[in-house]
Structure formats: C-alpha cells, structure tokens
C-alpha cells in the first residue's frame, strides 16, 4: 500500500503554494506560483484580484507536481485549501 498523502494549497497574498505532505506531517514534494499581476486596485487603497487567477494559481503547478510525484501522487487520500485570513471566495 502507498504512503497516504495531503495535498495542501495555500493561496496566499502574492502566490499560490501546493505541497504533498506525508503522514508525518513532511513536505514531500512542492510547487509555487506567483500572481501575474500580484493583484490590481480600482480605488486608493483597495487590493483585488482577478477571481480567475486563484483558478489557475492552483491549477498551474499541478501538472508539474504530478510529474514530480510519480507514483506518490496516487496517494493523495485528502486535499485542503487555506486562503488569505478573513478572505471569502465565492464560486459558482
């Protein structure tokens, strides 16, 4: 039987970070994706984003990781997303 793993996303203020962590609570493997752009204001001020780009910030480093992965990534018994502190991101 293959180690279980988490992939966890962490969608911070610049950047989104995916890493496999084993039971142990090791980083096994890891990916990182920076904004474009970091994020854009229509008011003094204010700091929003493009509700797309948290989509591809995710997506973007997971084929990567899967490559990386290997057989690990069919290991993956959980997924979890942190985001900004207080952030709501509401989807369809």
Do not use: F
């Not at 203020?13 to 890493?19: E, I, K, L, N, P």
């Not at 990916?31 to 797309?52: C, M, R, T």
């Amino acid at each position: 039987m293959k180690e279980p793993l988490v992939m966890t996303v962490d969608m911070g203020t610049q950047s989104a970070r995916a890493m496999l962590v084993n039971p142990k609570g090791a980083v096994v493997r890891n990916a990182h994706k920076v904004y474009n752009p970091p994020y854009y204001s229509q008011s003094p001020g204010w700091a929003e984003q493009i509700p797309d780009c948290y989509w591809h910030a995710v997506y973007a480093p997971s084929p990567g990781m899967k490559e990386q992965a290997g057989v690990m990534w069919a290991g993956i018994s959980a997924v979890t997303c942190t985001t900004i502190r207080h952030t709501c991101l509401l989807l369809d």
